[in-house]
């Protein structure tokens, strides 16, 4: 495929211009002066994402759980999100393009909301996804199945089912790289490996699904977000997606409660940039067809 700004995130490359070395590891890309204020600086650039972090750590985004490919020493690969336990099996939702020939679900190890290791041993990729997070950004998810249940998660998350997504307030949460608006990631910026981060943001466009799904261009069903900066009204906690966030979930605030309304999947690194979701809504039918008993609301 086309290799471009917005491919960047997925393919865990971006920022290799001006920051050599950046590579996926331990989430999010935030504001320069949020980042300061927290108490980043030279030499101390992590501490800069301690209100990224905290928020992540609330209790509603516990089902967003870390992959690693080495068995536990790294979990800054990718990202997915626990939906429940259901006939003895947890499953969960992720991003297909982490899910290649050369890495299967064999090949990740899943660590549960309570720390528990566990392994994978079904996975259903989307079948409109091409592997062109151009075409396909709204089909970048692969549903996985665990071996056996996950704890620790909380009641298990409820879906977005509606369709009133455009502005509204979201958060994004994973376990990527991280960096600043003005320069993007880069291994200076990052956390312990497997530490969770969040940023918030407001929904900037919504794509409906494409109906036939044409053979080339986009299929639609996708959501994205836009860093602004400072002084063009960020909200103080906004921030992007990092490599190694994809799979990771993008969260709305219903009358019902939290809703996962996104799962993500692409985007640049940079002020102006933006950070592509798979939208769950128009998911509905393929993901019930093989778990029917998850909760959609909204």
């Not at 650039?45 to 690693?68: C, D, K, M, T, Y």
């Not at 259903?124 to 998810?141: A, K, Q, S």
């Not at 063009?232 to 996962?260: I, Y």
Request: charged share 20%.
């Amino acid at each position: 495929m086309t290799v471009t700004r917005r491919h960047l995130i997925a393919a865990g490359l971006a920022g290799l211009s001006t920051l050599p070395g950046a590579r996926p590891a331990g989430a999010v890309i935030v504001l320069d002066r949020t980042w300061r204020s927290e108490g980043g600086a030279p030499g101390r650039e992590s501490e800069g994402f301690r209100a990224h972090e905290a928020l992540a750590n609330q209790s509603q985004f516990a089902p967003v759980i870390a992959l690693s490919t080495d068995g536990g020493e790294d979990w800054g690969i990718g990202s997915a999100t626990w939906l429940g336990n259901f006939g003895g099996h947890a499953w969960v939702l992720s991003a297909s393009h982490l899910f290649t020939r050369d890495d299967s679900v064999f090949d990740y190890t899943f660590r549960a909301p309570d720390g528990a290791l566990c392994r994978g041993d079904r996975q259903i990729r989307h079948p409109l996804f091409n592997g062109n997070n151009d075409e396909t950004t709204g089909y970048d998810v692969v549903l996985l199945r665990m071996a056996g249940p996950m704890n620790g998660g909380g009641p298990a998350p409820l879906l977005y089912g509606g369709t009133r997504e455009q502005g509204a307030a979201v958060v994004m949460v994973g376990y990527g790289s991280r960096g600043i608006g003005s320069v993007g990631q880069g291994d200076a910026h990052d956390g312990p490996s497997g530490a969770k981060a969040a940023a918030t943001n407001v929904v900037d466009e919504v794509e409906d699904l494409v109906q036939p799904p044409p053979r080339t261009g986009d299929r639609g069903n996708w959501l994205s977000v836009k860093l602004r900066r400072e002084t063009e009204g960020a909200g103080r906690l906004d921030g992007l997606l990092g490599s190694g966030d994809s799979g990771g979930s993008l969260w709305m605030r219903t009358q019902a409660g939290w809703a996962v309304v996104g799962v993500n999947a692409n985007g640049g690194d940079r002020y102006g940039d933006s950070s592509y979701f798979a939208r769950v809504s128009g998911l509905r039918p393929w993901l019930t067809s093989y778990v029917p008993g998850l909760r959609f609301g909204g």
